[in-house]
């Protein structure tokens, strides 16, 4: 053959002892892989195509750096490095000086190969990260089956992780393993060949009758000079990147398994080949790491898909993952899904953008992942490639049902699929036909809850196609629509909430309501998703996103007139629901109730009105209104049951369970709680009013208990209450229950539990944006501060007076606070005690008030107001508040004992410190004081107040 006049075809050339495969950018000598770099590949593959001829330095240059200047200097290294490649055996590279360069060395056609050993039939790959679990699993089921396919969505690694496999496996076979690349081949005619080809065999010779019978023409061709070890021995063949010939391959798999007993077969490919015996075997992305590694630093450097950024990232640039990038990086894996290519190809950026910008661009993630090894297939050079790949495999109607799922945001069902795809010429019936050819594709993830998914970087994909068909508009309009309808099933049904909250996703409302507030959009319809929408927003506690969105949602119903009132109504209530969590808002917050109130009971809508009536229940009791927030509980009764959200009278019981415990009157108050605390059900649940009534039930108990002496059930009530809304996992129903268990444990002097509430609490109202409940948070906080630092000067603790000063702070803190620690007593709680507004707290208002006086030597004062605290706990029902007057006047009574009466007073006392003008001095007295309530406690006898007493009581003995 001329050298000058022959061309590599496509195929592979020959020269010396070397073997040239350019589809795969191998070099192999004497069947061993050379390694080259990029450069030095493209360089050598020009000069192969020119052999005989001088290639010019600037032609050359054009051709290997086509997008970039370099120098000369460049080109002189890389033919260097290719000349050392190639060794000094004979010459196969010359220079022309002046002109440029030449291969010079003879071409020809490769020979037939013998069988080889597996070793030099792939190129060397990096190394796999984060499959090891993936492989031990691969090999178990290679091992057991005959034709194991590995499927996955494009750039997901199936390639890699098969060849990872096959080095793992190949002794198994005697190293017999033989690799078909499937990926160059246009026409699935080319296969018989290709496998063929695999095995160091000739190709079949009946081009007619592989049209006709692929499988039939192969195997007919094979048994005449097939190798008798085939017959005898375990053989692997590798069928790599099926899905463009997805039929060919079923076919040439069945033909070959049912001809060849000892063969086994290992296909990649983007679906299943669907033939007899197949096991698939589903490749996953990488792990990615959750929102709460970002700040641990060690926990995030374990996580697969990191670990592969930060080695491709490390082998680019140097990148070094550290406490400064660690949340960039953790972004970055979460919005690439763990695809490894994607992931790859970002590390190959992060050298120019720096991981926080490349962070923030990935919104255009098709533009800036684009530069992939050049070593890498084409579909493979960037990501939009890899989905124009597996996107032009799809049938039309499946394309067209893939683009206009990516409306959304997150998880939807078949039911969701066929409302926003059955469209256009796709009947609703037949979307989920194409739906399960889109998993079988894996385009589309069928999650083991029934519900599916695109990948984010899918989506974004698919996204684009919908805009580019022109669709984007009215698949939108069709997704707020579905998801107004949907929501607007469980607005009068509670029975069906449960249900509509698993099916409707808050990511997908957020994104309807954005859209049709938008520009194009539809914001009257808007407008109604934002109402019917409350119980999503509830159950997530997103109250902030909420309200935000709620402004112009009340801006349209108002533009409506009176044909928006009953829309009007449903707003105002639920900005009121909205502001009970954003602190400083009690005025906004009373008015949106009320004007809710008013609007339906003009209208009639008892179901409105019943929910705005709860609203304004809360905000009294959070003003510290306790006289009319118990009224407001009498109101309820007769218009829930009206209106068939409260048949049974629970929820009014808990109401009233509450008001009577604000209002003071503790037995009334245990008596309703203990009506409704283990109920045989829930309703309505949070949707209804926010809180979830058995954990409000259980919460409210524990105090009740506590105040009336039982603080080991009060705890346990506590605790279950906590637990229950964890079990939820319902921020607002949680933190309620925090408020109410947190006093319980300070009470208690139970500092480890207290210290632990506070901490989810915080926690919780951070992450949910809960402005009302974060206060709370720091409230209690102060108040643990002063226990922590008790025989302290207490320096560095916020002031008291700063605290309740504070614009969040309302009637229930003022009462609150003091409760859980002296210092925190200020003016404002006093006169809510003296004027009787504090209801349940005024008998320990008044003893925090005795304990200033002693502390300033008014000591006969202070006996009156501990002796006027003790006769208002009693009468109240509230030991514990009894308790702790009892202590603190015995411990009065015990100093005047002590010291003869020598304690200082004020001008104002007389010589007699009792209230009635008798001695108070005596040791009787503080037994007389003390043992009875002692007497009444049945448990809690190591509780902080009960030994604080039982101390006292023992030291005046003494």
């Known amino acids: 053959m001329d050298r000058q006049q022959w061309r590599p075809p496509i195929g592979e050339v020959a020269f010396g002892a070397f073997r040239l495969v350019p589809q795969e950018r191998a070099l192999y000598r004497h069947g061993e892989p050379v390694r080259l770099s990029g450069r030095a590949f493209d360089l050598l593959v020009a000069l192969v195509e020119r052999a005989g001829t001088v290639v010019g330095k600037d032609e050359l240059i054009a051709c290997v750096w086509p997008r970039t200047v370099v120098e000369e200097g460049n080109l002189r290294v890389h033919i260097g490095a290719l000349r050392k490649a190639l060794g000094t055996d004979q010459p196969y590279v010359e220079n022309v000086v002046g002109r440029g360069y030449s291969f010079v060395a003879p071409l020809h056609a490769p020979p037939a190969q013998a069988i080889v050993p597996y070793g030099s039939l792939i190129p060397a790959q990096p190394r796999l990260v984060g499959r090891a679990p993936v492989l031990e699993q691969l090999a178990r089921e290679l091992a057991g089956t005959r034709l194991l396919t590995i499927a996955g969505p494009g750039g997901m690694g199936k390639t890699s992780v098969a060849q990872a496999l096959v080095a793992r496996a190949a002794p198994q076979f005697g190293r017999h393993v033989y690799v078909a690349d499937l990926a160059p081949l246009a026409e699935p005619a080319l296969l018989p060949g290709v496998v063929a080809r695999a095995f160091g065999l000739a190709a079949p010779q009946s081009a007619e009758a592989l049209a006709d019978a692929l499988a039939d023409a192969l195997v007919n061709s094979l048994p005449h000079t097939l190798p008798h070890t085939l017959h005898r021995r375990r053989v692997l063949l590798v069928l790599d990147g099926c899905e463009h010939l997805i039929d060919a391959a079923r076919q040439l798999a069945g033909a070959l398994l049912g001809r060849l007993p000892a063969l086994h077969i290992l296909a990649t490919s983007r679906e299943p080949l669907r033939a007899d015996g197949e096991h698939v075997f589903r490749l996953p992305p990488l792990a990615v790491p959750v929102p709460a590694e970002a700040a641990d630093l060690a926990a995030l450097a374990t996580c697969p898909s990191v670990q592969l950024f930060v080695e491709r990232a490390s082998a680019d640039g140097g990148f070094t993952l550290d406490a400064d990038n660690a949340a960039a990086v953790a972004e970055i894996c979460r919005r690439l899904d763990g695809i490894p290519l994607a992931l790859e190809l970002a590390a190959g950026r992060a050298a120019f953008f720096g991981v926080h910008e490349l962070a923030r661009r990935l919104s255009d993630r098709f533009a800036v992942l684009t530069r992939g090894r050049r070593t890498a297939l084409p579909r493979h050079q960037t990501l939009r490639a890899a989905l124009d790949w597996s996107h032009a495999l ?307 108990h524990g105090r009740v208990l506590w105040l009336q002496g039982l603080p080991e059930q009060a705890v346990q009530a506590a605790r279950e209450g906590v637990d229950e809304a964890l079990r939820l996992d319902h921020s607002v129903s949680l933190c309620f229950a925090l408020v109410l268990a947190i006093p319980v444990a300070l009470w208690s002097g139970d500092l480890p539990m207290a210290r632990h509430c506070i901490a989810l609490m915080a926690e919780r109202a951070a992450r949910d944006r809960l402005a009302h409940w974060s206060f709370w948070a720091r409230a209690f906080q102060a108040a643990l501060q002063r226990h922590d630092a008790a025989g302290t000067k207490g320096i560095g603790l916020e002031p008291a007076d700063a605290l309740l000063r504070h614009p969040s702070c309302t009637g229930l803190h003022l009462d609150m606070l003091p409760t859980l620690h002296v210092d925190l007593m200020t003016p404002a709680s006093l006169a809510r005690a003296v004027d009787g507004r504090a209801g349940w707290a005024a008998p320990e208002l008044l003893r925090c008030w005795g304990e200033q006086l002693v502390r300033v030597g008014a000591t006969g004062q202070a006996g009156r107001v501990f002796r006027l605290a003790l006769a208002l706990a009693h009468r109240q029902g509230a030991l514990a508040w009894e308790l702790r007057a009892a202590t603190s006047l015995a411990r009065l009574l015990a100093c005047r004992h002590r010291d003869g009466g020598g304690l200082p007073r004020g001008a104002h006392e007389s010589e007699h410190g009792g209230e009635d003008g008798s001695e108070i001095g005596s040791e009787n007295g503080v037994a007389a004081v003390l043992a009875p309530l002692l007497a009444r406690y049945r448990e809690g006898h190591a509780s902080r107040d009960v030994l604080t007493a039982q101390a006292c009581l023992e030291h005046c003995s003494a």
């Open 394 to 700: 799809l049938a039309p109607a499946e394309q067209a049902v893939l683009r206009r799922l990516a409306i959304f945001r997150g998880t939807f069902t078949l039911e969701g699929a066929a409302a926003l795809a059955g469209c256009g010429g796709i009947g609703a019936q037949a979307v989920a036909g194409h739906a399960a050819q889109l998993v079988a594709k894996s385009m589309l993830t069928a999650d083991t809850d029934g519900r599916y998914r695109l990948l984010d970087t899918t989506r974004a994909y698919a996204l684009e196609q919908l805009r580019a068909a022109g669709e984007e508009h009215a698949v939108a309009e069709r997704h707020l629509r579905y998801c107004c309808t949907l929501l607007a099933r469980a607005e009068h049904d509670v029975d069906a909430l449960d249900a509509v909250l698993r099916e409707v996703r808050l990511d997908d409302v957020r994104a309807a309501l954005d859209w049709a507030f938008g520009p194009g959009g539809a914001p009257l319809l808007g407008a109604r998703l934002a109402a019917v929408s409350a119980p999503l927003w509830y159950r997530h506690s997103m109250m902030e996103d909420y309200r935000a969105r709620l402004g112009p949602a009340l801006a349209c119903a108002a533009a409506a007139g009176s044909a928006g009132a009953p829309l009007a109504a449903a707003l105002y209530l639920a900005l009121g629901h909205t502001l009970l969590h954003a602190g400083d808002m009690a005025a906004p917050r009373a008015d949106a109730f009320g004007r809710a109130l008013a609007l339906a009971e003009r209208l009639g809508d008892h179901g409105t009105a019943v929910r705005a009536l709860w609203g304004c229940y809360a905000d009294a009791l959070l003003q510290g209104d306790y006289g009319r927030a118990l009224g407001l509980a009498w109101r309820f009764g007769p218009l829930a049951r009206a209106s068939g959200m409260d048949g049974d009278g629970r929820v009014q019981q808990r109401l009233l369970a509450r008001a009577r415990h604000y209002l003071g009157d503790q037995h009334a108050a245990r008596a309703h709680a203990e009506a409704v605390v283990h109920p045989a059900r829930r309703a309505p649940g949070a949707a209804g009013f926010q809180f979830d009534q058995r954990v409000s039930s259980l919460a409210i």
